[in-house]
């Protein structure tokens, strides 16, 4: 079974148009994340989410909106996509109750490419 | 504010030969670090962490990273390389005060020659 699966894999659409990335874990954890990697393999974080409740919201335009409507669920919908959007969309989770500073699990990233 | 830097873009080196990955990094309080690898399209794979304890921690596929508090580094290493261990390796730090994400540097590719 997979820990951390995105879905889609590879995504490419039009200037203008909304999508959603779908992320899902089966660890158990109590924490979920999505990261952004650019074309330099910079890995920035954008939203975190513990327990559902939103942790970490980095700057990221409002276009971004993560839903998460469970802790084992967070996904990720962007509207209005724009050219500088492109890149691989990355989700992951972790244990952090119980003391924390757990490792984070990484999903196989979503390629998004606009058009 | 804390932060991991990575000197080098890309690191090359004979397979059976030794191999480093540098790392520093740069927290107020305890540091709390990482190491992910990422093959070629890819996630990242967890591969070791520093959280308290020995310096010289051992983690997956024969790699260990020497925690070194006087010279903030927490370099890679591995005695013998293998061309399977080439890939782009992420040193990372834990975020402080309840924040929990890590911040990443930007990347050492590891090229191992046969």
């Known amino acids: 079974d997979t820990a951390v699966s995105q879905t889609p894999k590879y995504l490419v659409t039009q200037m203008g148009n909304d999508k959603s990335i779908k992320c899902e874990q089966n660890l158990g954890h109590d924490t979920m994340y999505w990261y952004k990697q650019d074309s330099k393999k910079f890995l920035k974080i954008m939203f975190s989410?513990?327990?559902?409740?939103?942790?970490i919201n980095e700057t990221v335009p409002n276009r971004f909106s993560p839903k998460s409507p469970d802790k084992a669920h967070l996904n990720l919908h962007i509207n209005s996509l724009e050219l500088g959007d492109s890149a691989v969309y990355f989700c992951?989770?972790?244990?952090?109750?119980?003391?924390?500073?757990?490792?984070?699990?990484f999903g196989e990233g979503s390629r998004l490419t606009v058009l | 504010a804390q932060s991991v830097a990575q000197p080098e873009d890309q690191v090359n080196v004979a397979e059976g030969n030794p191999l480093t990955v540098k790392c520093t990094y740069s927290v107020s309080g305890n540091p709390y670090l990482f190491w992910y690898v990422q093959y070629p399209n890819r996630g990242l794979q967890f591969l070791l962490k520093?959280?308290?304890?020995?310096?010289l921690v051992k983690g997956s596929y024969g790699f260990e990273a020497e925690f070194n508090k006087s010279q903030t580094s927490f370099h890679l290493k591995k005695p013998s390389a293998l061309v399977s261990d080439s890939a782009l390796y992420f040193c990372a730090v834990r975020g402080q005060t309840g924040a929990n994400n890590l911040f990443f540097g930007t990347g050492t590719r590891l090229t191992v020659i046969p």
């Open positions: 992951a989770s972790s244990q952090e109750s119980s003391g924390g500073l757990g490792e984070l699990f």
């Open positions: 520093y959280i308290t304890g020995d310096n």
């Open positions: 989410y513990n327990n559902k409740e939103l942790i």
